[in-house]
């Protein structure tokens, strides 16, 4: 189900989506980030660690080496970046599904290395319109999203 699109003019304001985002959650979901590289996943995914109240002085980077970072927050915060992701063998070991389907918030880059796009969660798609310019695009996908597509809602707002 497609919810919102728009259009994000500077890197402040996909940023402040995220962060608008993270502060509507109330219950674990998986966000699936895709986008090409430098389109701005990692700066929504940054909004999003800011709204769920991680805190400002930690910083939010890309786990590209380490395939997932875990902060502390209201919901806790586990963030994938599958873009090294060389064997499906390295999310089982480093128990993907016990974080993505479990009490916090799983936040995926590079979701296509799951070979599976029929993930459950929030599908958020980054694509550069400009040097500046983002169009973000959010969809739901799969059952028991209620309460999300509500506070979807309300980001529209």
């Not at 786990?63 to 390295?90: G, V």
Request: glycine letters at 8%.
């Amino acid at each position: 189900m497609h919810l919102l699109s728009v259009v994000s003019d500077e890197e402040s304001q996909t940023l402040e989506l995220g962060e608008k985002l993270g502060r509507l959650l109330e219950q674990p979901v998986r966000i699936l980030l895709q986008g090409d590289l430098g389109v701005g996943k990692t700066v929504f995914a940054r909004g999003v660690a800011r709204g769920l109240g991680v805190d400002p002085q930690i910083p939010i980077t890309s786990p590209t080496f380490t395939l997932m970072n875990h902060y502390s927050a209201r919901l806790d915060l586990y963030h994938f970046d599958l873009y090294r992701l060389s064997e499906p063998d390295e999310l089982i070991e480093l128990g993907f599904d016990e974080y993505a389907y479990g009490s916090g918030v799983a936040l995926i880059e590079w979701p296509e290395k799951l070979n599976n796009l029929e993930t459950p969660g929030l599908w958020v798609t980054l694509t550069r319109i400009s040097a500046v310019q983002r169009e973000i695009s959010m969809r739901l996908q799969g059952d028991n999203l209620e309460e999300l597509t509500a506070a979807l809602q309300d980001l529209c707002r």
